[in-house]
T-cell receptor
Framework: GQQVQQSPSSLVLQEGENAELQCNFS?????LQWFYQSPGGSLVSLLS???GTKHTGRLTSTTVTKERRSSLHISSSQTTDSGTYLC????????????FGKGTSLTVIP | EAAVTQSPRSKVAVTGGKVTLSCHQT?????MYWYRQDTGHGLRLIHY???????EKGDIPDGYKASRPSQENFSLILELASLSQTAVYFC???????????FGSGTRLTVL
């Protein structure tokens, strides 16, 4: 079955509104990362947050490991935030690498 | 900042032909990965490597080979390209497993 589920699948916001993206995972994860994929396709890591709360700029991620969920909060959204946000967890077996969710597509309109 | 360079940026191949996608990283990372992205499937791991001259299978290795001749270079080889291999391919690297991934800009492969 699917290891990582993200919701919502898409989201449209007015500029200035806040966004809340969810990530639920079905197996224990010792590492969790959020990625941003631009409309042009490039992928960058936003932050790593296996547990607790982390802030970077307008982004806040909260991960509750025992409940196997993580959220990404984007405050005061800007049009340049438009793109797809991907959540990924490590496999926690052997040589670890990541399972990715299908992402949340965010559109911020002016 | 980590630099991962993929070539070509896009490619059109014929069914049954051989395709080689190349990836080069300049940051001394041990781990390199090839992912495939399709609409509806997200990113899926094809092959990865944690040391030169060694490669490991990921989740969807069938129809693909990988080669890591040096720490900096990691290639993905489609010996007999098929229509179902049309996708965007991303190379990534990391200092160690489960550390931050640095992605290349992707290669859009179309098999006709």
């Amino acid at each position: 079955g699917q290891q990582v589920q993200q919701s919502p699948s898409s989201l449209v916001l007015q500029e200035g509104e806040n966004a809340e993206l969810q990530c639920n995972f079905s197996s224990t994860a010792t590492q969790l990362q959020w990625f941003y994929q631009s409309p042009g396709g490039s992928l960058v890591s936003l932050l790593s947050n296996p547990s607790g709360t982390k802030h970077t700029g307008r982004l806040t991620s909260t991960t509750v490991t025992k409940e196997r969920r993580s959220s990404l909060h984007i405050s005061s959204s800007q049009t340049t935030d438009s793109g797809t946000y991907l959540c990924a967890i490590d496999r926690n077996t052997g040589y670890q690498n990541f399972y990715f969710g299908k992402g949340t597509s965010l559109t911020v309109i002016p | 900042e980590a630099a991962v360079t993929q070539s070509p940026r896009s490619k059109v191949a014929v069914t049954g032909g051989k395709v080689t996608l190349s990836c080069h990283q300049t940051n001394n990372h041990d781990y390199m990965y090839w992912y495939r992205q399709d609409t509806g499937h997200g990113l899926r791991l094809i092959h990865y490597s944690y040391v030169a001259d060694s490669t490991e299978k990921g989740d969807i290795p069938d129809g693909y080979k990988a080669s890591r001749p040096s720490q900096e270079n990691f290639s993905l080889i489609l010996e007999l390209a098929s229509l179902s291999q049309t996708a965007v391919y991303f190379c990534a690297s990391s200092v160690h497993s489960a550390e931050t991934l640095y992605f290349g800009s992707g290669t859009r492969l179309t098999v006709l």
